[in-house]
């Protein structure tokens, strides 16, 4: 029995009205740019074009006061051993009023391609009225074969930001910099309306990256009187060695042992990508060994922790169960015995086996089922009170099959040991019949039967 399962897709998309506030339209889009090049010394092609992910800025998002607005944007890029590229933009948007934050008026997106980001526009030029919050976050994470061309990540960041009077210091920036065409442009011309201390706050996180991502962030917004801008951009590389998809299947039993037709007993499989590439097309593959029928139900399987899609990424493990339901067989049998496998396809389109994982039920119950009435040797015509030795064509025959079958394995045991017993009731027999010899010629009788002669008692002793 071959089951199919898929883990499911990305977080379901949720969207809550925030009081007097209409959602916008798409949290993020994926606009086609000239490609950028990418330096990787395994890669043997350039990249095709790369998208450009766009998120949380007008006119999808509103300039006006009183906004409250949150976005995050995780963009995967990745690059296999073999030159294949993928992209994967996971972004959360949430709009309210000032002060009411998530998950309220929240929508998530996940969007994949097989071109690498290598843009982002997020939260600019935002809610340039009063009394509004913008707090937006950045996350690019490149996973590339180690040998990959790496570049530094530059700042140019909270340039003629915090401005407009209110209590100093207004800007709290980490690092700053003023390096044109730098690869994070952030906090520029922001929170400058006046207001609270401190309320511009920027930072950027990661000194080098694989793939030329250019992040432009909260520029020209919360600009309005008592507007805060919070940012954060994060840049971090993953380096993997040459592509080692494995996979591997984990099958366990409750309970270990049956005794009873009719019990039930719970399978579980855990299936674990233990590679380093992301593996596709999950399946499990149950087999039972006979006399053991199909399971009861069939493998149902948890969605795996992280996962985006009807895949397992390095590391990630998913656990499903099935039943089955024991039979008379099984205890016959005395076992109940199956093995599962898993596969998975890895990024070269090449198929993964995991090795099978077998597991063995005891079958404690009785394993017999003759009927010791059929066995009987007398009344089958048989000579055997037990029908063991009976007429070899009816009550012999029939009477071993009900010794067997109604006794189970403690009767076929004393059928058995009954050659033994047979010689030590011989042996015991012999030792007294030579014991009963040897006091006979001690005490010899005479010839008339009385006493023994004293002459002839003498004389024994004489010689």
Known sequence: MVVMWAILGGPASAQQAAPAVEMAAPAVELAASDPAPVSAAVTAAAAPAAPVANQCNPPAFPTGAGQEITCDITIQNSITAQGATQSTVTATACLGAAGVGPPVGCTTTVTTSNQLVTAVNQCNGVVTAGGSNVT???????????????????????????????????????????TPNATVEQCNS???????????????????????????????????????????????????????????????????????????????FLVTNTGNVTLTNITVADTQTAPAGPLTTTPACLRATGATGPSLDPAQMVTCTATYTVTQADLNNGSVADSAVATGTSPAGTAVLAPASTVKVMAMGTAGSGNA????????????????????????????????????????????????????VFLLVAGLSLLAVAQRRRCPQGRGGGEPSSRSYSSRITR
């Not at 990540?153 to 700053?176: E, H, I, K, L, R």
């Not at 009900?402 to 030590?424: E, H, I, K, M, N």
């Open 190 to 268: 922001s929170g400058n309306g006046g207001g609270a201390a401190m309320r511009v706050k920027c930072t950027v996180t990661g000194a080098v990256t694989a793939s030329p991502v250019t992040i432009a962030q909260c520029n020209g917004s919360a600009n309005g009187g008592g507007a805060t801008v919070t940012c954060t951009a994060t840049v971090s590389n993953n380096f993997i060695t040459t592509a080692s998809p494995s996979l591997t299947i984990n099958k366990s039993a409750t309970p270990t042992t049956v005794n009873a037709v009719g019990q039930i007993v719970t399978y579980q």
């Open 373 to 424: 009435a059929a066995g009987s040797g007398t009344s089958a015509g048989g000579s055997g009170d037990d029908g063991s030795t009976g007429n070899a064509t009816s009550g012999g025959a029939t009477g071993a099959t009900s010794a067997r079958g109604s006794g189970g394995p403690l009767a076929a045991t004393g059928l058995a040991l009954r050659p033994l017993l047979d010689v030590a």
């Open 136 to 178: 937006c976050n950045v996350r690019v994470i490149n996973t590339i074969p180690v040998g990959t061309t790496t570049s530094g990540v530059t700042v140019n960041q909270c340039n003629g930001s915090g401005m407009g009077g209110g209590t100093q210091p207004t800007v709290a920036c980490d690092p700053t910099g003023t």
